[in-house]
């Protein structure tokens, strides 16, 4: 939805924006054309292999690091405030593609699934040291697994004889305990729930999104892609409401307080798109602006 999202930043040429999930690039580089020399990109990628493949521009900046500390990142380059900020949550392709990253179902690999790969927290730390519990509290919040407990209970049980050190062992260990027909679903869902866990990955759009505010121009724009229900509940609830328990500030007469507005109506990737790219198919774009 790359169109989408530069029609829903509704950039100035001579603006300053921000591309938190730089990835491939794919955003950055059409932000970039429609920049003049006066315009400023700034973009976020904790990911090694995102570096390999940063743009030479002098208006583009890549910083390594996670959006977590976008505030922070943004003053240590002079910047205070900016006119557009896209986020485009989610594994990125070449992640999804590299079986030695650990988050992909279906290629065999370590169980790893850090964004960052400096990090020594891994998933294999999450399936073979958590409590039953504390996985199945996971199952159940970031995966929105009915069988939680199953999956966790089995887990347990099957680590006390050999660790489990790979994605394809995992999904081995969970196969006679999942119906045939809601398998790959299934599995999806548990490694969704690993993954969000390594990488603190809700908590970290909490804390992106409240930054958001701060740091946006009045009539800024914020545009978010989201993957999963997770992802988007938390961007349609802030955009809506400005926090995350679900009811706006009101001032002493009643009147809501409100830091952004809706703009548009969601939007999700056409059939053509789709077509192109089957992993954009659950992508759901959300735009508000700074008022």
Known sequence: MIEETIQGLKIDPDGVYVDVTYGGGGHSRAIL???????????????????????????????????FHLNRYLKFFGITKVDGILADFGVSSHQFDSGSRGFSTRLEGPLDMRMNTKGEFSAREV??????????????????????????????????????????????LLSPIIPKHVFNKTIAQVFQAV?????????????FLEQSIEVLQLGGRLVCISYHSLED??????????????????????????????VGNLQIPSDEEIKENNRARSGKLRIAERI
């Open 33 to 67: 054309q429609k920049l003049s020399d006066r315009g400023r990109l700034i973009a976020f990628d904790q990911d090694v292999a995102a570096h390999e493949n940063s743009i030479s521009d002098n208006r583009f900046q890549l910083i390594d690091g996670n959006f």
């Open 233 to 262: 509940r938390l961007v349609k609830i802030f955009i809506r409401e400005g926090n995350f328990v679900g009811k706006a500030e009101s001032d002493l007469y009643g009147n809501r307080t409100l830091p952004l507005k809706k």
């Open 127 to 172: 399936v073979n040291e958590y409590s039953t519990e504390e996985l199945q509290q996971i199952f159940k919040d970031y995966g929105e697994l009915r069988i939680a407990k199953k999956l966790a209970n089995h887990i347990v049980k099957e680590r006390e004889k050999n660790p489990i050190e790979t994605t394809q062992g995992l999904v081995q």
């Open 195 to 207: 993954r969000i866990e390594v990488n603190a990955e809700l908590e970290v759009i909490k804390s």
